[in-house]
């Protein structure tokens, strides 16, 4: 079984940025892919960005050049740095990780504060 944890989510103002971490543990299998999806309020969950154990990136179109994807393979951890934040990324922000099945955090609330 695997659990992810994340954290880091808040509320900030439009134009800041956030920093949001996920740490795995349990049985986890390599190669996988690890990323996050973001749900707002009356919308499905959408992707946000991924990132492979060989640090392969993808991004949505909507936050490219804003957010950064990383990785450290040692400690099973994922980060996503978000910059210059817009109202329109409030969302509860989902860590995932892919293997031969998919496992899901419990989510963190961003808040963009227009």
């Known amino acids: 079984q695997v659990q992810l944890v994340e954290s880091g989510g808040g509320l900030v103002q439009a134009g800041g940025s956030l920093r949001l971490s996920c740490a795995a543990s349990g049985s986890i299998f390599s190669p996988n892919v690890m990323g996050w999806y973001r749900q707002a309020p009356g919308k499905q969950r959408e992707l946000v960005a991924l990132?492979?154990?060989?640090?392969?990136?993808n991004y949505a179109d909507s936050v490219k050049g804003r957010f950064t994807i990383s990785r450290d393979n040692a400690k099973n951890t994922v980060h996503l740095q978000m910059n210059s934040l817009k109202s329109e990324d409030t969302a509860v922000y989902y860590c995932n990780l892919r293997t031969w099945t998919a496992y899901w955090g419990q989510g963190t609330q961003v808040t963009v504060s227009s």
């Open positions: 990132i492979s154990s060989g640090d392969s990136t």
